[in-house]
Each structure stands twice: as C-alpha cells, then as structure tokens.
C-alpha cells in the first residue's frame, strides 16, 4: 500500500546482508543515539561539515533538522535521500544519494557513514552498491560521483571496490583548515560491465518524484498549467517570464518613454523611491528627457525603476542650491 503523504517511505533497497529505507522519525532517534556513541575517532574528521562535533543538543537538534529539511526541500530536479541502512532489523548507519538538475544531467553523488562498531566488515561496499544500483538501473542516472579527504582511506577503498575511477582533485575546508581530497566517477557503461551481488528494489515507482518521470497524477505536473489546489504552488518549479514579441512596446510606461516622478515607499534614509510616468501629450523618447519632479502616484510595474530615497533628496538640494545661486526663488 501506498504510503499517503511520502510515497519514498515504500521504498526498499534489500541486498544479501542488508535493507536500506527511508527511516521514520522515531528511527531517526536510535540513528541519531547510534552516531552520538561514534563514527570516527575524535581527533580526525573525514566530513567537509564537522557535525559530529557538535556538543550535545545542539547534536541532536542539528541531526533531526537535517533530515527533517531533507524532505521539506524536495525538487524533482533538487533532491536528497538518506537511507536508514539495517542489519538484522538493527540500525547502523546511513547511506545518501543526491542530485542536482537530475532530469537533465542524470547525475548522482553519494555520501555515507557506519556506527564504529559495524566499520571493518565489507558493509560500507555493501551499501555503496545499493545505491548504485538504485541510481543505475532504478533512476536511469548516467554518472555516479563522489569525493573523500585524501587520509580517509576507508572511503577511498570503497570507491574503488565498487568501480569507480580517479577523477581529479580537490580541495574542501575541515575544522577551519583547507584539505585535498580525490574526486571519483563512475559511468553507467563500467558499471553494467562489473560484476556486482544481487539487489532488489522494491516500491521503486516512488521513486518518480526524484527521477523527474511524471505520473498522470502527478500534482506537480511539468507540462500544463498548475492546479490551482496544488498546495506546492511556491515550492515547484520557478516560472519563466514569458517572452516579449519583438516590435511590441514594453508593459512598464518609464521603459517606452515618457516623463518619471518620484513615489516614495517607506521611511527614513533606506526608503526607495519608484519613478512613475507622469501623464504627458508629448509621450514617446523626447518626453523621457523631462525633469523628475515629487508627484504623487503609483509605481511603474517595471522595478528596475528604483532609485534609493537618499539619492532623490540629494538631488533635490543639489537643485535648490543650483537656483540660489542663479538668484531664482
């Protein structure tokens, strides 16, 4: 059955040791007990964000609202999954995949990491590889990258067990401090050519919301207008502003021309002041060379007409001083 709010809690990655999911959030309190008790030793960091040093409970409130945001911040085109990664029905750690502008470049990057006593055992390949196989052959991604300090030799040999190959360097802060790490690819071509131990997915049609294949009852419809009961309307896909007609006049009466006024808009030194066309018969570019005079009015619907509100006193003044000094009232 389909979950009813996030059909990525039906998702299943089952491998001959392991089961990866999306985890619940009374799961994210054991997984969060589970990294408290360690992941590496404290003298060395192998992540470019040291969350794992925070005291606790900024560490506790840290690791929920992660994946809390993981999840409110979902774009088909943008998007983050953390699995819960379970031995034996037992939690031992996590294991991400994530993408940006998916549907068009079909690309993943991966990020994990194992409670210390679960480390040594061949389980960080193991769910390496499910991910792997759920971008591949679940998704349809094309490349599979990821990235490691150059001293996190763990990493580095699970990159390399699971196929991926050098792809240059890099540098990411850690504690304060520049690091070099190793950058790795992996192709959908080297990949189907490995050898590699049995996965099963299962719920993979949830997987539609990241993969950017939309069902026909798909709220966030790429194609079509927006529903108007979409409860997403801001969080989808930014609009684009359609096209002006080449020859046709601009919507904004300052940018075809004419003679601008100044319209306040709040207080004090910070205030903008819009420049609104005054009504004049002489419309067109000869009349765009009148003064600006303070009138009252609304402003233009163009808002690249703004200028602060500090540059129109000053120009003011600059005005009155100029009429002193030809002897004008």
């Not at 408290?36 to 030793?41: A, N, T, W």
């Not at 900024?58 to 809390?68: K, L, P, S, T, V």
């Not at 960080?124 to 792997?132: C, D, I, S």
């Amino acid at each position: 059955m389909t979950h009813p709010l996030w059909p990525l809690f039906d998702l299943r990655i089952v491998t001959p040791h392991l089961e990866l999911r999306l985890p619940a959030d009374d799961e994210l309190a054991s997984l969060c007990a589970l990294a408290r008790e360690g992941i590496h030793d404290p003298s060395w960091m192998p992540f470019g964000y040291g969350w794992t040093d925070l005291p606790s409970p900024a560490f506790e409130r840290g690791f929920a609202q992660y994946h809390w945001s993981r999840r409110a911040e979902w774009r088909p085109e943008h998007w983050s999954l953390d699995l819960m990664v379970s031995l034996d029905g037992e939690p031992i750690g996590m294991q991400g995949v994530y993408a940006r502008d998916f549907p068009t470049l079909r690309t993943v990057s991966s990020g994990s990491w194992l409670g210390r006593t679960f480390q040594g055992r061949s389980l960080g390949k193991e769910m390496r590889g499910a991910v792997l196989h759920l971008a591949f052959a679940g998704l349809g991604a094309d490349v599979a990258l990821t990235e490691a300090f150059t001293d996190n030799l763990a990493s580095i040999g699970v990159s390399r067990a699971v196929g991926y190959e050098e792809n240059g360097t890099g540098r990411l802060a850690r504690r304060g401090a520049a690091s070099d790490t190793l950058r790795f690819r992996l192709t959908r071509e080297r990949w189907a050519a490995l050898q590699r131990p049995e996965v099963r997915i299962e719920g993979l049609e949830a997987c539609s919301i990241c993969s950017g294949r939309r069902g026909a009852d798909d709220p966030h419809q790429a194609a079509g207008p927006r529903r108007a009961d979409d409860p997403h309307q801001a969080a989808g896909p930014r609009r684009v502003a359609p096209t002006r007609p080449r020859g046709s006049l601009p919507s904004c009466r300052t940018c075809r021309g004419g003679t601008v006024t100044p319209v306040r808009a709040g207080r004090g030194p910070t205030a903008t002041t819009a420049l609104r066309p005054r009504r004049s018969a002489r419309a067109g570019p000869r009349a765009a060379t009148g003064s600006i005079r303070p009138r009252a009015g609304r402003a233009p619907s163009c808002t690249r007409h703004t200028v602060p509100r500090v540059q129109v006193l000053q120009d003011r003044r600059s005005r009155r001083v100029a009429r002193r000094g030809r002897g004008e009232v």
